[in-house]
């Protein structure tokens, strides 16, 4: 957990209405720069289930939703804290996406197969209060999947030399709106808890943005990052981001 953080009034206004205010940010930012992990994800899941319903939190543009597109074996929807990008999403994807936060919805016991938060969970202000509605609302034997910044690779850009030579200053940890830190370890505990165990982790890309060169160091390190996560069953990571499936337990 980071401090200073704002209230839960603040943290509910920025998203609802400041976050994302606009068409280019959600095509850029959330669409064109995210767009090689997010279809990894999807095929990820599909590989590991063959259908069901599927809610997104924090959907953002629906790119994600898109890549379920016109396949009968899937029903899905996502939920929007932006209202803007919220109707947005509806209207590019053709799927329900409803504003607001995960616990406003109200979903029935039981509902989906899979729930996903992809590069958003460490938003969330309450993480057990959102981990009880998660765990009710899967299936038994349902999937919830995350996407979480990789911690040694934040701390690693964020601190001492490296973040001085790419940003000139020290960066903060605190981003405004980045309330909470987690490792595959800390979160994996966290979903236990909630009678969840951990069936995938795999590594995972930073958005691609910047010129050529910097897009041409990103695939080089996620492909460096990938080989030693891989040989080392993640016990050495250094990758940007990680994705880590759990099922609830029958």
Sequence with gaps: MVYPRPSHEQTKTHFEEEYIEDEDRLAVDFTAMRLHSLRREAKWLKELTHGGTLLDLGTASGAFL???????????????????????????????????????????????????????????????????????????????????????????????????????????????????????????????????EEIAAKPEQSPLYGPWYARVANWIHYGFSSLLYRLTGGKLSIVAKEFIVYRKVA
């Design 66 to 196: 898109m890549e379920f597109k016109g396949d009968k074996n899937w029903q899905v929807e996502g939920v929007e804290p932006s209202r803007y990008a919220a109707v947005a999403a509806a209207k590019q994807t053709g799927f329900p996406v409803h504003a607001g936060f995960l616990l406003d919805q109200n979903f029935a016991d039981e509902s989906f197969d899979v729930v996903t938060s992809l590069d958003a969970f460490m938003l969330h202000p309450d993480p057990r209060a959102d981990f009880t509605e998660l765990a009710r609302i899967l299936k038994p034997g349902g999937l919830l999947a995350f996407e979480i910044p990789g911690l040694r690779f934040r701390l690693l850009k964020n601190s001492g030399l490296l973040c001085r030579l790419i940003y000139g200053i020290p960066a903060k940890l605190n981003a405004g709106v980045h309330l909470y830190y987690y490792s595959r370890s800390t979160l994996g505990k966290l979903a236990s808890q909630f009678g969840l």
